[in-house]
């Protein structure tokens, strides 16, 4: 790896490590931000899904201008507007301003993680571009997992506002990197932006994200539930049926012809609701219900971050060599067995005996996971249209881990105590042996002995 594919890298991986830090560091912040500003269970529901909703929707978006009008732009607009999200947060004076600012973030850091990734398959190829998909996996998903460490620190020792302002560190450094420019860029001048099947997206997927959070305290029965629920559904549907006519599609639907793209996505799905619900679940339990403090609360997945850092890249290695399909078949099924070992937290509560061996076991099995899938969805899509394939990508994980969060008050049954903990200790698993089914029968390892289209179904 030349010195301008490493720095490439680094810029590719701090982009992303924002975006992903901090859609976990919140997790931890959540009961200290509803102490301070009220709301209880909801308001924390939509202090996550507020930012999942923009970045889910909005990342499809950034897709497409990011191939349009290249990613180095789309960085430092995503950059930039992350930044002064982020201090918006920590100034919020009531939960609703806080919510309104972190759909703003979601909606910057839509920008960041498929420009990212296609900076990084526009500078590398071959074994190289597999090694370096593996190195960025590793490092932005250990920030999903490191993120309730430093958002525990913090609340416990300085504010929950801190939490968000430490954002501001690394996009500083970010853009100082970016303005050094030297690496290659690429775009499509003939490409043009979907701005109505943006609104349908964002609106449709608003609209049954309330209603799923809202509806146990207020039915099904209520007009104020199922008519957001209707009337979003129906507006994702014209979305999706927008994206079969229209010219440039924000989602195209060609790219779900090809196998392992769309049997990827499916595990996506399955695996990152998992990692979202667990990831709320945990830390929160661990501080509402066994009393932990903030920052030990966060430590507590300091396993899994540990095993991530020491074998992702790896194991991106060695699934680029013997192709992904064990990995993303062993790895998921590995942390659905970890999530059941939560059943042993009981009310006589001991992290080491209870907590530990599950984080660790998670942790192995996120190491196996998580560079293969990532390697064998944009490796089934050619590489002029890897930006759109990254995005698509990262769009199916938040809107998984969106709804998978918006479910949490039916999941639990109301309210995060111990049964609750062990009824979203199932889900975690029956998720996440789902997503190494899905992988064992329907992803293809490449055939070495041709040499195969990107697209090939």
Do not use: K
């Amino acid at each position: 790896m030349g010195s301008t594919q490493r720095y490439v890298l680094w810029i590719a991986v701090l982009a992303s490590f924002v975006a992903f830090l901090d859609g976990t560091i919140v997790n931890v912040a959540l009961p200290a931000i509803s102490d301070e500003l009220g709301g209880g269970i909801t308001t924390q529901q939509w202090v996550v899904d507020a930012y999942l909703i923009t970045l889910g929707a909005l990342i499809l978006v950034a897709g497409s201008v990011s191939d349009a009008y290249g990613r180095v732009l789309v960085l430092r607009i995503g950059l930039i507007g992350f930044g002064i999200a982020s201090i918006a947060i920590a100034a919020a004076p009531t939960a609703e301003f806080l919510i309104v600012a972190r759909g703003v973030q979601g909606a910057a850091g839509a920008f960041l993680v498929p420009s990212s990734l296609a900076l990084i398959t526009s500078n590398f190829s071959g074994a190289a571009q597999s090694r370096a998909i593996g190195i960025w996996t590793a490092m932005t998903t250990s920030a999903m997992i490191v993120g309730p460490l430093i958002g525990g620190v913090l609340v416990d020792f300085a504010s929950w506002r801190w939490a968000f302002l430490i954002n501001v560190v690394p996009i500083g450094v970010t853009l100082a990197m970016l303005a050094r420019g030297g690496f290659h860029d690429a775009r499509r001048p003939d490409a043009s932006i979907d701005w109505l099947g943006a609104a349908l997206c964002t609106l449709g997927l608003g609209g049954m994200v309330y209603a799923l959070i809202e509806q146990p305290n207020q039915g099904w029965t209520s007009p104020s539930i199922w008519l957001p629920l209707v009337v979003g559904a129906a507006l994702f549907v014209a979305f999706v049926l927008r994206q079969r006519t229209v010219r440039h599609p924000i989602l195209p639907l060609d790219l779900f012809r090809v196998r392992n793209f769309w049997t990827g996505n499916v595990a996506t799905t399955f695996v990152y609701g998992a990692l979202a619900l667990n990831g709320l679940v945990v830390v929160v339990y661990l501080q509402e219900g066994a009393g932990l403090p903030a920052a030990l609360a966060g430590l507590a997945s300091l396993p899994m971050t540990i095993l991530m850092i020491l074998f992702s890249s790896r194991v991106g290695a060695l699934s680029g060599r013997w192709g992904p399909r064990f990995f993303m078949t062993v790895g998921p099924i590995t942390m659905g067995i970890g999530a059941l070992l939560l059943l042993t937290v009981g009310t006589d509560f001991s992290y080491w005996w209870q907590v530990f061996p599950s984080m660790v076991v998670m942790g192995a099995g996120l190491a196996l996971t998580v560079a293969p899938l990532t390697s064998a969805i944009l490796g089934a899509i050619g590489p002029e249209r890897s930006g759109i394939a990254s995005a698509v990508n990262n769009a199916v994980a938040r809107v998984a881990g969106l709804v998978a969060i918006a479910l949490l008050a039916t999941i639990v049954g109301g309210a995060l105590d111990l049964d609750g903990f062990h009824r979203a200790a199932i889900v975690t698993a029956a998720l996440m042996i789902a997503g190494g089914i899905t992988s064992v029968l329907g992803i293809r390892n490449p055939d070495p002995a041709r040499d195969p289209s990107p697209d090939a179904a």
